[in-house]
């Protein structure tokens, strides 16, 4: 709760400070004096330190899986700050409403980590997804950026949709919007009675509908065209904070709302999560862009994060925060040296070893810690998914199918790699970079590998 009311707050301090401050440093110290502050609080109340102490009759839940994935989101959008925030300037001239927007969003993932009504999550997916909107057409003078925003703009309209009626359809089914079932009820409710058609009906219109707020394959078809059109600087956002809190709000509708009802669903997750790893890995390999790669590439990942809904279990679950965590920091370490370079093409990155060492030294590190190489957070993170899965006991040829999509991924990650330091290029002249920025690169780099190690510097946190 002390984050929930502090983002939305410093959202509307944001807003006011686009008239009130002029200084756009002083504009973004606040921004990130602001997230410093919501990661204090989120942190204290994880020790059970609660500032708002306010009845919110049950529908809203803040147990150490939302809180702790609250903190991961914080963290990853202030580092995203301060590696990417100066970027925003060329946006636009709405400075400060860019970072209030943000905070908005922020607000709107505290809900969707801690929902215990169908009604909260749907607010709670429509306040990040609003400002998202805003967000991908911020380019106002760039007819992709328009494009972009008009795409997400009624696909995501079509999602929401199918949302409201999947929560008609269960509150018919159940005469209630919450979600949470009692453990100790769930396996009597299943003996019981059998699932009824119209909470059927119910849960496959969610799982469609979140399907699309994750892009999930078949339902992927606005991500690479948004991701491509909107600002390289707010791709870099949704595509990883905002994707891992959707997953999360994901993983606890399904848990709680249709946990007696896994059976039903199970196979039609493995299919979708099957297409997923096959639609975007498969299509990544014949991108000449890299920032459509890596849209495409968002599309993979997401297939190993359904992995987390499959399985269902506690494996899943901490393979979903640490996945969440490498997943963005990789991400949002790549594209903040995508922005600088200017050219979003392959041959954008020839000769980047010879220039800049750093930055292909770090970047290379990102970009084998999404492919899943060994003694990287990503390997850890898609080994937890793989175990999850086989521990189910169930479509093993799931796991060997995901497998086999993992090593493909290596060749279109590689292609960066083999850019930076086999093919000679001159990088743009144009470039520059501060000490800072490569100090923050290298950290974030570090802290890659260091997770990929020891895991149980963030998984520990779940449990203590």
């Known amino acids: 709760m002390n984050a929930l009311l502090l983002s939305a707050l410093w959202g509307v301090v944001m807003m006011f400070s686009s008239f009130l401050v002029k200084e756009k440093s002083a504009i973004r110290n606040m921004a990130v004096a602001g997230l410093v502050l919501l990661l204090l609080v989120n942190i204290l109340e994880?020790?059970?330190?609660?500032?708002?102490?306010?009845?919110?009759?049950?529908?809203?839940?803040?147990?150490?899986?939302?809180?702790?994935?609250?903190?991961?989101?914080?963290?990853?959008?202030?580092?995203?700050?301060?590696?990417?925030?100066?970027?925003?300037?060329?946006?636009?001239?709405?400075?400060?409403?860019?970072?209030?927007?943000?905070?908005?969003?922020?607000?709107?993932?505290?809900?969707?980590?801690?929902?215990?009504?169908?009604?909260?999550?749907?607010?709670?997916i429509e306040i990040i997804s609003i400002p998202l909107y805003i967000l991908t057409g911020s380019d106002k003078r760039n007819l992709k950026s328009n494009e972009a925003a008009l795409k997400y703009f009624l696909m995501g309209s079509f999602s929401t949709g199918l949302m409201l009626m999947g929560i008609a359809l269960i509150?018919?089914?159940?005469?209630?919007?919450m979600t949470f079932v009692p453990p100790a009820t769930v396996k009597e409710a299943a003996q019981a009675t059998p699932a009824s058609a119209l909470l059927i009906a119910g849960?496959?219109?969610?799982?469609?509908?979140?399907?699309?707020?994750?892009?999930?394959?078949?339902?992927?078809?606005?991500?690479?065209?948004?991701?491509?059109?909107?600002?390289?600087?707010?791709?870099?956002?949704?595509a990883t904070i905002v994707k891992a809190a959707v997953?999360?709000?994901?993983?606890?509708?399904?848990?709680?709302?249709?946990g007696a009802e896994?059976?039903?669903?199970?196979?039609?997750?493995?299919?979708?999560?099957?297409?997923?790893?096959?639609?975007?890995?498969?299509?990544a390999v014949f991108q000449q862009s890299v920032k459509r790669m890596l849209a495409y590439s968002s599309i993979s990942q997401a297939g190993f994060m359904l992995f987390a809904l499959y399985a269902m279990n506690?494996?899943?679950?901490?393979?979903?925060?640490?996945?969440?965590?490498?997943?963005?920091?990789?991400?949002?370490?790549?594209?903040?040296?995508?922005?600088?370079?200017?050219?979003?093409?392959?041959e954008?990155?020839?000769?980047?070893?010879?220039?800049?060492?750093?930055l292909a030294a770090t970047t290379t590190i990102f970009l084998l810690s999404l492919a899943g190489i060994p003694l990287t957070a990503g390997f850890l993170s898609k080994f937890y998914m793989l175990k999850a899965a086989m521990e189910t006991g169930q479509n093993l040829w799931l796991v060997?199918?995901?497998?086999?999509?993992?090593?493909?991924?290596?060749?279109?990650?590689?292609?960066?790699?083999?850019?930076?330091?086999?093919?000679?290029?001159?990088?743009?002249?144009?470039?520059?970079?501060?000490?800072?920025?490569?100090?923050?690169?290298?950290?974030?780099?570090?802290?890659?590998?260091?997770?990929?190690?020891?895991?149980?510097?963030?998984?520990?946190?779940?449990?203590?």
């Open 262 to 283: 896994k059976s039903q669903w199970q196979l039609l997750v493995a299919i979708i999560t099957a297409a997923t790893l096959f639609i975007g890995n498969i299509t």
């Open 314 to 346: 506690g494996d899943g679950k901490e393979g979903l925060i640490l996945y969440a965590t490498a997943y963005s920091l990789a991400t949002i370490g790549v594209f903040a040296v995508l922005i600088k370079l200017k050219d979003f093409s392959f």
């Open 171 to 177: 509150y018919g089914a159940k005469g209630t919007f």
């Open 400 to 464: 060997i199918f995901a497998v086999l999509m993992a090593a493909v991924s290596v060749y279109y990650y590689f292609r960066v790699i083999q850019a930076m330091y086999f093919k000679d290029g001159d990088v743009s002249p144009d470039l520059t970079v501060s000490p800072a920025f490569k100090t923050i690169l290298v950290f974030l780099a570090v802290l890659v590998i260091l997770l990929g190690i020891f895991p149980g510097l963030l998984l520990n946190w779940y449990y203590f």
């Open 46 to 124: 994880m020790n059970g330190k609660v500032f708002f102490d306010i009845n919110t009759r049950g529908m809203i839940y803040f147990d150490r899986f939302s809180l702790l994935f609250n903190s991961i989101a914080f963290i990853s959008t202030f580092i995203y700050f301060i590696l990417s925030a100066k970027d925003m300037e060329k946006v636009g001239d709405n400075y400060a409403e860019y970072f209030a927007l943000i905070f908005f969003i922020l607000c709107g993932i505290t809900l969707v980590t801690s929902f215990k009504s169908l009604l909260i999550l749907f607010l709670g």
């Open 247 to 258: 997953f999360a709000s994901f993983i606890r509708l399904f848990n709680d709302a249709f």
């Open 203 to 238: 849960m496959i219109l969610l799982l469609f509908s979140m399907s699309f707020k994750v892009s999930a394959a078949p339902f992927h078809f606005w991500t690479p065209d948004v991701y491509d059109g909107a600002p390289s600087v707010f791709t870099s956002f949704m």
């Open 348 to 358: 954008g990155f020839n000769g980047l070893s010879k220039n800049q060492p750093i």
